[in-house]
Every structure is written in structure tokens, then in C-alpha cells.
Antibody, heavy 121, light 107 residues
Framework: EVQLVESGGGLVKPGGSLRLSCAASGFTFSSYTMNWVRQAPGKGLEWVSSISRSSSDIYSADSVKGRFTISRDNAKNSLFLLMDSLRVEDTAVYYC??????????????WGQGTLVTVSS | DIQMTQSPSTLSASVGDRVTITCRASQSISVWLAWYQQKPGKAPKLLIYRASSLESGVPSRFSGSGSGTEFTLTISSLQPDDFATYYCQQYNSYSRTFGQGTKVEIK
């Protein structure tokens, strides 16, 4: 069974940093592009960042470019999101999501349960 | 970035109704569109990919159509479990934008 379990969320002050993790199981993690998607309270979904299987291709939304860094450790079946210079508007539930392994750009077929990040003074 | 616009934002319907949600892209995305269902406090669930392909395990009352810039998600006969928020997502570009969502409420 495919499982994605996020952790690392919490309360942080504006300007602070946080590192999210996503533990993957039930599939060959190194064969899939992975993504982070966030959802502010009461709002819609916003794609944040993606990383290819070998980490050779990384893309991020303009809203987080230069502040957030996606990475992965295929040996440990783990995905990460290092968030620096956090802003109040970064407050959201952060989901990790697996991209369908069909080559090229694809939809997201499995999602974790999410971890809440709250940025507040 | 490609903008995705869904309509309506909210839809009130009864069990058994046929429901249609529209998603428009700001430029052509061919058939690279997915639909997701999200219930409160839960992660999104994939329903439709490549505009019209039904994800395994998803009831056949869900269907998708369209190409280019205009797409629709149809629920042929609304069931109690279908009251949720629905999102479209384009994956024609690296910036995988979502629509703003359509909340399907009980009438």
C-alpha cells in the first residue's frame, strides 16, 4: 500500500525556518517525481515545488522561489522541504504528493495527510 | 503561468442530480488536465486524469471531457458521498496550477 507521511510542521515566527519531511513507503520511491502542494486555511490548493527522480530537475512556484528548497534522499525514501524566511502568508497545510510515473509532466496520484505550518508572531 | 478558472465556485444540488463543473485554462493545455475531490480535513483524491481517463476505483458516475482550454467534470447522478470540493489541475507546464475549487453542497 502506498503511504506518504508528512512531519515537521508547527508554529514558527515570521522570518524563521522549518524543515518538512515526507516518509514514503509501499512503492519504489526513486522511480517517481515528487511534489509539495499547500493549502492555506479555507483556501484552494497551490503547487509549491517538484523534484525529479534523480533530483536533476527541480521547479518551484514564484511565491516560494529563493526561500524554499525541495530535496530528497532516495536511500531513505524521504522527501524534504526546507522553508526559510517564512512569511505569515506561508501558513498552510503542506501535502507531499506523488506524480504518476508515466514520463513527462503528470498528475498526482497519491497524497499524504498533510502537516500544518503556522507562521505567526 | 497558466491560469485555471473554475465555475461555479459553489453549486447546490440534490441527490440524484446531474452535476457539471467547468474548468477553463488561460492557454491551451491539450488534454493535460486532472480533477481531484477533496473532503474537509482530508487530502485531495484523484478522480480523472488526461482530461477524460477515470482513475482506478473511481465510480463510473464521474466523467471528464474537453481539450485545449475548456474542460468539464460531470457527475451523472449525485450521491451523498459526492458532496465535497472539486479542483481541476493543469500539468501542461512545470508550474502545476489548480483551479480555485468548486464546492458541491446539499440543496
Amino acid at each position: 500500500e502506498v503511504q506518504l507521511v508528512e512531519s515537521g510542521g508547527g508554529l514558527v515566527k515570521p522570518g524563521g525556518s522549518l524543515r518538512l519531511s515526507c516518509a514514503a513507503s509501499g512503492f519504489t520511491f526513486s522511480s517517481y517525481t515528487m511534489n509539495w502542494v499547500r493549502q492555506a486555511p479555507g483556501k484552494g490548493l497551490e503547487w509549491v515545488s517538484s523534484i525529479s527522480r534523480s533530483s536533476s530537475d527541480i521547479y518551484s512556484a514564484d511565491s516560494v522561489k529563493g526561500r524554499f528548497t525541495i530535496s530528497r534522499d532516495n536511500a531513505k525514501n524521504s522527501l524534504f522541504l526546507l522553508m526559510d524566511s517564512l512569511r505569515v502568508e506561508d501558513t498552510a497545510v503542506y501535502y507531499c504528493a506523488r506524480e504518476t510515473a508515466a514520463g513527462g509532466l503528470q498528475n498526482f496520484d497519491y497524497w499524504g495527510q498533510g502537516t500544518l505550518v503556522t507562521v505567526s508572531s | 503561468d497558466i491560469q485555471m478558472t473554475q465555475s461555479p465556485s459553489t453549486l447546490s444540488a440534490s441527490v440524484g442530480d446531474r452535476v457539471t463543473i467547468t474548468c477553463r485554462a488561460s492557454q491551451s493545455i491539450s488534454v493535460w488536465l486532472a480533477w481531484y475531490q477533496q473532503k474537509p480535513g482530508k487530502a485531495p483524491k484523484l478522480l480523472i486524469y488526461r482530461a477524460s481517463s477515470l482513475e482506478s476505483g473511481v465510480p463510473s458516475r464521474f466523467s471528464g471531457s474537453g481539450s485545449g482550454t475548456e474542460f468539464t467534470l460531470t457527475i451523472s447522478s449525485l450521491q451523498p458521498d459526492d458532496f465535497a470540493t472539486y479542483y481541476c489541475q493543469q500539468y501542461n507546464s512545470y508550474s502545476r496550477t489548480f483551479g480555485q475549487g468548486t464546492k458541491v453542497e446539499i440543496k
